[in-house]
């Protein structure tokens, strides 16, 4: 439970590794959200998708918290938003490459793995007192 507690803390800072598993557990919440909405579309049953979308919406909440208490770690104000601004277009317009051709594909996923590498394995140049989580 101390884990779980230290791994969803929304005032301290995260290092590389609690973004990892901040994010993994986001995607994990978002999955079954995304499945209930799915199936509630298909079968159609609107408290499944209700419920779908609210669930689903807790993961993505946690998952812009997790990436942006990343990048204040990384980055002081206001390059922080920069870098988060940055992997929110990158993965935007990733969904939309595959209708442009397959080269942008490519470096839409190449440049997404680097900033999501980068993130996990930098470590923070700011000092403790100056991070703000």
Request: proline share 2%; with cysteine.
């Amino acid at each position: 439970m101390e884990f779980l507690k230290k791994l969803f803390n929304f005032s301290d800072t995260i290092n590389g590794i609690e973004f990892l598993w901040r994010w993994v557990v986001a995607t994990i919440v978002q999955f079954p959200g995304g499945y209930m909405v799915g199936y509630g579309i298909v079968s159609g049953i609107m408290g499944y998708v209700l419920l779908g979308i609210i669930i689903a919406c807790i993961g993505i909440a946690l998952q812009f918290s997790t990436l942006m208490k990343r990048s204040r770690a990384l980055f002081k104000a206001p390059n922080n938003m920069y870098f988060y601004i940055a992997y929110l277009a990158v993965s935007i317009f990733q969904g939309f490459a595959e209708g442009i051709n397959e080269y942008a594909v490519i470096f839409s996923n190449i440049v997404m793995l680097l900033m999501f590498v980068y993130a996990i394995a930098q470590n923070s140049g700011i000092p403790k007192v100056d991070h703000k989580g």
